[in-house]
């Protein structure tokens, strides 16, 4: 009886350990089955552009299941994407570390991107090797690791040489994205372009989650020595869209603007990104933007960044309508009298297969200074230099690291009678970066050309 009893007892302890290891497992294969879900959804807005939403989809998945490997991998994606350096590559590894053998092997590509972006380049160089060991020919190719590597020994070869560029400071530099900067009025005024909350309208655009564009003005104030006054209250100029300034001509009088309102229900819209003309009235303001009646220069792509001559008859633009085949290039166009002519396409030796944007020409129209990351650089977009010569022009480049960065360097122009120059450029705070504005003594600069 005893042992009848006995075994009754295990029965019941065994039956009740069963249910709940049962209940345990169950528990646990329906958050694996939730998080599953969730990255397919994170996947879904990632393909939308909205990595911002995509991210917490892939955190809530993370929590959902610690364990799932996929989870981290997005996570590490979208931080990276986001230019979030810091916390794409502690993801990155965290990703290989739950995965080992079965990871995806583009975790490679992005672990050695974040460590090129955080200037750890013996590092990146290590993992760029694995994705050339690990990533079949097609998809190394289109992730570009050749290139990378390249750009990597680049910045390897140049770190003796130190960066120049100093910070227009927390007045201008807010902590969100800010470029174009464009100084006239005999260095009296600055424009800006950035993406703050307070933007007109106060939009956010549906694709990267981010704040419109808006134009904001500054004023130099000769006793503390900074920029102040700063607004972005500048009627007609500032629409609800998205606005941003491009050039100034010498006498202040016109500029040209990129004008993008096609997510608004303004009764007037623009087809995609359009370039516009608008000019300074007599009572201090701008004049409402002009769209540039000129079939091939505004086209449904994008069109923006344009750059003229200090005559007003030479313009240079981006534009991403051969976006099929290669990313964005730069076109140039002629003015004849009060008409534009036909706008072409710049030399192969300048417009790569990557992304040539933000150009700026010198006001006698010699030397063309644009962003590419397409030609060898430190990484990201680095600012190069063109001559135009009797035979065309010259072969582009690099402005070398007294300048470049291993990240992003764009909007660059420059100011001969001042000795200044100016660009925008990704600044790393802590793990995260954006885009900051920032000026060049030129006489401290090693430059490539003449001057």
Known sequence: MKHVISLLFFWLFATSALYSQVSDSTTTLLNRSAALKMIDQGKVLV???????????FREASVKDPFQWKASYWIAYSHNQLFNFGYANQYAKETIKKAGTAVDNEIYDILATSFHQLNQLDSALYYYTICKEKLNKVRYSQLRIDQKIANCEFAKNAKTTENKRVSFGSNINSG??????????NDKVMYFTARRANSTGGMINAGDQDYLEDVYKAVW??????WDSITNILPRLNTTGHDALNWISPDGLTAVVTWNNAMTEDKKQTKSSDICEVEYTKKSSWTAPRIIANKSINTSFFEGSA???ADGNTMYFVSDRKGEKKSTDIYVVEKRGKTWGEA???PDSINSVGRETTPFISGDGRYLFFSSDGHTGMGGLDIFVCERTEKGWSKPVNLGPSVNTVNDETHFSINFSSKKAYCAGVELIGLKSNYNCFSFDLTTLQLPFKW
């Open 344 to 346: 072409v396409a710049l």
């Open 47 to 57: 393909n939308e552009g909205k990595v911002r939403d995509a991210l917490i989809v």
């Open 176 to 185: 969100a994205d800010e470029y174009a900067p464009i100084i006239t009025d």
């Open 307 to 309: 750059t003229l001559t």
């Open 221 to 226: 104030n000769n006793e503390t020595k900074q």
